[in-house]
T-cell receptor, first 111, second 116 residues
């Protein structure tokens, strides 16, 4: 069984740029969620996708957007990067009602 | 890898001892709880879950206790090993109205340090 995989593992961007992070869900999972984890804190919910539509969103601005594809892979896009966007971005997949299984994340540094 | 939880509370135990990690949750309506383990440079790893109609659930070397009266969870690790060293998070599940989504609300995390 293949787990959740994310790419790239590390990324450095400049303030104002745009970034796309990618995720492949665990086989058989139909729901994908994205979380932001700042250093020293627990992950914070960004949004969730089910059947290729966003069905829930946390307290993040519209410059955070996403996509879920028919094969349940997913992207997180962040526009107009700010220094405070520097964090570990985690993708998690699940079956409806089941526990979330996380990937190892993408470490984004904004300079 | 970069450390997770640089300023988290730390529980230090000797190898072979039992560990107990505690967590308070906020929403009395929450009915599904999960414990995650996060090692440096990795994502959270599912350990064990429990639903609100239970007060205890056991896995391999781990036990989760749920006290709904005081909104408290604990994770017990038997015969703690060096490989158990990590940051541990409890998470409660929030189910959004209408859209059918669910999100995890994570606790602050506890660092477990196991000494030989």
């Amino acid at each position: 069984e293949t787990g959740v995989t994310q790419s790239p593992t590390h990324l450095i961007k400049t303030r104002g740029q745009q970034v796309t992070l990618r995720c492949s869900s665990q086989s058989g999972h139909n729901t994908v969620s994205w979380y932001q984890q700042a250093l020293g804190q627990g992950p914070q919910f960004i949004f969730q996708y089910y059947r290729e539509e966003e069905n829930g969103r946390g307290n993040f601005p519209p410059r955070f957007s996403g996509l879920q594809f028919p094969n349940y892979s997913s992207e997180l896009n962040v526009n107009a990067l700010e220094l405070d966007d520097s964090a570990l971005y985690l993708c998690a997949s699940s079956m409806t009602g089941g526990p979330l299984h996380f990937g190892n994340g993408t470490r984004l540094t904004v300079t | 890898g970069e450390s997770v939880g640089l300023h988290l509370p730390t529980l230090s135990v000797q190898e072979g001892d039992n560990s107990i990690i505690n967590c308070a949750y906020s929403n009395s309506a929450s009915d599904y709880f999960i414990w995650y383990k996060q090692e440096s440079g990795k994502g959270p790893q599912f350990i064990i879950d429990i639903r609100s109609n239970m007060d205890k659930r056991q896995g391999q070397r781990v036990t989760v206790l749920l006290n709904k009266t005081v909104k408290h969870l604990s994770l017990q690790i038997a015969a703690t090993q060096p490989g158990d060293s990590a940051v541990y998070f409890c998470a409660e599940t929030y189910f959004g109205s209408g859209g059918g989504y669910n999100k995890l609300i994570f606790g602050a995390g506890t660092r477990l340090a196991v000494h030989p």
